[in-house]
């Protein structure tokens, strides 16, 4: 199972909206809406911010949401804080795998 | 709170063997899957395998069938991945999460670091 495509980083200036984008298949982010999305900050663990390509835990900030056109899911992050900056991993249940898979990662630089 | 704890890394020699494990605490650890999920340095994530509520079934990523084996023990809320023949492609920080919904891990451990090498 291949890892899905996210762009290797992306930037912004504080208080700009960025969008990553996360592109699969139809056996995986375009056949089903369980995307997720997670933020890591450098050597810590991940934390989710999106799941179910959309919805936002209790607890994280409305300026994080999630989308997803055919085979590509977004993450859109709106309002761009210097605690933004981060990694940030998409993944999908597919129907190749018993497992999920996860995207390439995204570095998200606040300028 | 939720709480994952793993414990067990190290630096071993390629073709030796590992055990990690996975305290957890804060919720009913029966009622969910758990996952092993790794990072390489300067890499992405990837999911390593996960397990059942019971135990009763248990999968792998292809590159570590045969080789590493997910097992639980819900009286002591531990998880557990007994890692053998480990090879330097096995190098990785090693995180414990629990599954909340399909292919979706809600909190996760600090992370255990695994080095393979002479």
């Known amino acids: 199972q291949s890892a899905l495509t996210q762009p290797a980083s992306v930037s912004g200036s504080p208080g700009q909206s960025i969008t990553i984008s996360c592109t699969g298949t139809?056996?995986?982010?375009?056949?089903?809406?369980?995307v997720s999305w997670y933020q890591q900050h450098p050597g810590k663990a991940p934390k989710l911010i999106i799941y179910e390509v959309s919805n936002r835990p209790s607890g994280v900030s409305n300026r994080f949401s999630g989308s997803k056109s055919g085979n590509t899911a977004s993450l859109t992050i709106s309002g761009l804080q210097a605690e933004d900056e981060a990694d940030y991993h998409c993944s999908s249940y597919t129907s190749s795998s018993s497992l999920g898979v996860f995207g390439t990662g995204t570095w998200v630089t606040v300028l | 709170e939720v709480r994952l704890v793993e414990s067990g890394g190290g630096l071993v020699q390629p073709g030796g063997s590992l055990r990690l494990s996975c305290a957890a605490s804060g919720f009913t650890f029966s009622s969910y899957w758990m996952s092993w999920v790794r990072q390489a340095p300067g890499k992405g994530l990837e999911w390593v395998a996960n397990?059942?509520?019971?135990?009763?079934?248990?999968y792998y990523v292809d590159s570590v069938k045969g080789r590493f084996t997910i097992s639980r023990d819900n009286a002591k809320n531990s998880l557990y991945l007994q890692m053998n023949s480990l090879r330097a492609e096995d190098t990785a920080v090693y995180y414990c999460?629990?599954?909340?919904?399909?292919?979706?891990?809600?909190?996760w451990g600090q992370g255990t670091l695994v080095t393979v090498s002479s």
């Open positions: 999460a629990r599954d909340s919904g399909i292919a979706l891990e809600d909190y």
């Open positions: 397990i059942k509520r019971d135990g009763s079934g248990e």
């Open positions: 139809s056996s995986d982010v375009g056949g089903y809406n369980y």
